[in-house]
């Protein structure tokens, strides 16, 4: 496989749909938000009313979905033919994405449809297994975090920007939540790769962090 991948893995709020988002721009590499396929599953259960203890049901739904990408300023994702995008980044949307995600089958349907993100002349994948599991020969491997104290105040301010209420230690309280169930699923649990560069974006720009990822590839 010569087609070059850069993955970028970390928790929710790192940064990192920003960071990969700018930097696939900036290489004109494809861009693959991992999370969303997880997340498109997740509004796929709640429309077929599939219970989430219904694993055979759950695996069924991630077999059957057809999803279509469509990568501008902001993601957007039809599924079936239907326009998804505003469902995409509840909050409910992304506990439902982080439930499933634990289950072995989920992942193992879901594998092909990520790996199929690596078309020439690249890819920048973004997600918690991309250098550990989905594309593990990648020649670039970033893992990218920030304090949860950081990552919360950063999603409380984009809560509020959109004139949607929101409550900073209610807002910390779940991400926190969130860290722990990826990272302690037995199943390609959210974990740096042996061969990442850590970046720890707490007191970072963006364009800093995407600057640093940049003389990475150079
Ligand atoms: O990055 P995100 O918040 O959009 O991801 C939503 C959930 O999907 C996350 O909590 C766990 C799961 N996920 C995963 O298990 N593996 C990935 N590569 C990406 C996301």
Known sequence: MGIPVLTIDGPSGAGKGTVSRLVAKKLGWHYLDSGSIYRSLAIALQLASVDLADVPGIVNVAEAMALEFECGDELAVRLDGVDITPQLGLESTGVVASQVAALPDVRRVLLQKQQDFRKPPGLVADGR??????????????????????????????????????????????????????????????????????????????????????????
């Not at 250098?131 to 950063?154: C, H, I, M, Q, W």
């Not at 409550?167 to 722990?180: P, T």
């Open 129 to 218: 297994d991309m250098g550990t599991v989905v594309f593990p020969d990648a020649k670039n491997k970033v893992f990218l975090t920030a304090s949860a104290a950081k990552r919360a105040e950063r999603r409380y301010k984009q809560l509020i920007e959109k004139a949607i209420d929101a409550n900073l230690i209610q807002i910390q309280k779940a991400i926190e939540e969130r860290d722990r169930r990826d990272m302690e699923r037995e199943n390609a649990p959210l974990a740096m790769a042996r061969d990442a560069l850590y970046i720890d974006s707490s007191d970072m720009t963006i364009a800093s962090v995407v600057e640093e990822i940049l003389n990475l590839i150079h």
